[in-house]
């Protein structure tokens, strides 16, 4: 692995309109669409697998016998896993292509549902067999879909290498330290063994700030973040992914608890956020193309923080309708901001770097939701004894049979809405920082 000084005095700017007249005619004859179609079935089954596994927890903690405490250790093993690979993985479509890599994501799920849904019943909670099969078929249609009809949208630079030391640095950094706040929050292993493995993490971290700027080909091009606008808007995605990386979480509990519903009826119950997410998303997109995004990524961040504030006051007499209008100014608000935050951050790198700058994104905002639920979870559940807490998770319908712990339980859930809120507020600070641009 060779080491140069002449990646970091490199200016960013560099090599940005490399691929432009290639991106400008695809734009111009409407392939931009076409790409839209293929990365909407991947955006699909991400959303599908993340509600369907929001409704089935409860379901697979019953009939596997498993304690609360093993299914967040699930959850967060697997953010975990995609926290630490999504850095790779970008680097990897730069270098691979991003056509190539996107398709074999398609067929890589498919054939990891594919092996989920035909194992034995007790290692997969029974019945969510068909929620695995169900997947299949719609990764194969994206799969064939990608490969007849996306395009390698730049000329990929050959001989490219990857980065060992840097994935090898980071990857000790990263999981380290996050797992070792994940400890923190979900004790699972002495104190001793947690802080050696966060001043493991902190090490790896370092070594990685240290070494990676003399990498002639890194795993992450530090330098982007002398851009201002790369650099504020990563770090308000990051602070948007802690702010609300728990929330949904939070609301099933309150749903499930002092709201009464069963965990199907509160899962449905949170539609308002997915559909407002959903129909102001591509709006703000739109509108980012024109006026850029110093202004609607914090406008954005404002509604959701007004969102969260309200979340902050419900109670088990809340009716739905204002309980409705609460989810969706935060779905519409994170709708309004996560688009033109992305355009933004796309836009000041060049096109040969922004499949790096992709796995960048990614990163930083696992990373914020993992650093949420770490946060958030203890805050409102701590004081909650854990039969109370069971009992919600699995069978929801109220906390008549706790009334002890109902006071508890919405005083720790507002708490925690109070700081999404506020962290909300401080992303939509940093937002207003960033420069203007188009």
Not at 62 to 70: C, V
Not at 208 to 216: A, D, L, M, T
Not at 379 to 394: D, E, K, Q, W
């Amino acid at each position: 692995m060779s080491f140069s000084r002449s990646s970091s005095d490199t200016p960013v700017a560099i090599g940005k309109e490399d691929g432009a007249t290639e991106v400008a005619s695809n734009q111009h004859n409407g392939y931009q669409w076409t790409a839209l179609s293929v990365t909407t079935v991947g955006a699909l089954l991400a959303s599908i697998q993340g509600s369907a596994l929001l409704i089935a927890l409860p379901n697979i903690l019953t009939e596997l016998q498993a304690t609360f405490l093993t299914i967040m250790w699930v959850l967060i093993g697997y953010l975990l896993i995609t926290t630490v690979l999504t850095p790779v993985i970008g680097r990897l479509a730069d270098i691979w292509g991003r056509k190539q890599l996107y398709n074999s994501g398609f067929m890589m799920f498919a054939l990891g549902s594919l092996v989920a849904g035909l194992a034995q019943p007790q290692f997969h909670g029974g019945d969510l067999i068909v929620g695995f099969l169900f997947n299949v078929p719609v990764a194969i249609f994206g799969a064939i879909w990608g490969l007849w009809r996306l395009r390698e949208p730049v000329r990929l630079a050959k001989r490219q290498h990857i980065d060992f030391i840097g994935a090898i640095t980071l990857t000790i950094g990263l999981t380290g330290t996050l797992l070792a706040l994940s400890l923190l929050a979900f004790p699972l292993l002495s104190q001793t063994i947690t802080y050696t493995i966060l001043a493991l993490g902190i090490v790896g971290l370092v070594l990685f700030g240290v070494i990676e700027p003399r990498i002639k080909e890194p795993l992450v091009q530090l330098r982007l973040f002398r851009d201002r606008l790369f650099l504020f808007a990563n770090l308000s995605g990051l602070l948007n992914g802690i702010a609300r990386g728990a929330v949904l979480f939070l609301l099933i509990f309150f749903l499930q608890g002092p709201y009464g519903q069963d965990p199907l009826r509160a899962g449905l119950m949170l539609a308002p956020f997915g559909a407002a997410f959903m129909i102001v998303g591509p709006l703000s997109g739109r509108l980012s193309d024109r006026a850029g995004s110093r202004v609607l990524a914090p406008v954005g961040l404002g509604i959701s923080a007004l969102g969260l504030l309200g979340l902050s006051t419900v109670g088990p007499s809340t009716p739905y309708w204002l309980l409705s209008i609460f989810m969706a100014l935060m779905g519409g608000g994170s709708g309004f901001f996560v688009s033109p935050n992305t355009n933004a951050i796309m836009s000041s790198v060049p096109a040969q770097m922004r499949g790096a700058a992709a796995g960048i994104l990614s990163m930083l905002n696992n990373t914020g939701q993992m650093l949420s639920i770490a946060i958030v979870f203890p805050l409102a559940l701590s004081a909650v004894p854990m039969v109370a807490m069971m009992h919600v998770f699995i069978y929801g319908g109220g906390m008549s049979q706790f009334p002890a712990a109902l006071n508890t339980f919405l005083h720790g859930v507002h708490l925690a809405f109070l700081v999404s809120f506020a962290l909300s507020v401080i992303a939509m600070i940093v937002a207003v920082l960033r420069p203007s641009h188009r």
